[in-house]
């Protein structure tokens, strides 16, 4: 595939923000077959391929391995004895119930946190 035009936000897909007079190849994709392409003034999209596509394992492998590292993880739930990793962002999407429940935690957290600075603030000032 080649592009050229105004890259001033990029998409030109060469790894740089210049504007191209002549057609450039864009590297990243020298070896896959395109097969749909979708420009606009600020953007350019472009599906492959899945079989021309070399890919480092699959989304699905990506994401459990994401999904299972207790270093990334920022909740966890302890379920008959056991702990289980969650992050707030896919529970968030998941569950609006569970989006209210731990909105309303960090809310009360905050309120607590802004006590304790307030009433510190207070004594040190004489107030």
């Known amino acids: 595939m080649f592009t050229f035009g105004r890259g001033n936000h ?28 979708a420009a606009g003034f ?33 909740i966890v739930f302890i379920v008959e004895d056991k702990e289980l990793l969650a992050h707030r962002c896919i529970l968030y999407a998941r569950s609006k119930e569970l989006d209210d429940f731990i909105n309303l935690e960090l809310i009360s957290n905050s309120l607590i946190l802004f006590n304790r600075v307030k009433r510190r603030s207070e004594r040190e000032n004489g107030g």
């Not at 990029?10 to 392409?37: C, M, N, T, W, Y």
């Open 42 to 74: 600020y953007h350019t999209v472009v599906l492959v391929d899945q079989s021309s596509a070399k890919m480092p394992g699959s989304l699905s492998a990506a994401m459990e391995k994401l999904l299972k590292n207790p270093l990334r993880a920022d």
């Open 10 to 37: 990029g998409q030109l897909g060469h790894g740089d923000i210049f504007e191209s007079r002549i057609p450039k190849q864009v590297a990243g994709l020298r070896d896959k077959k395109v097969i749909k392409i």
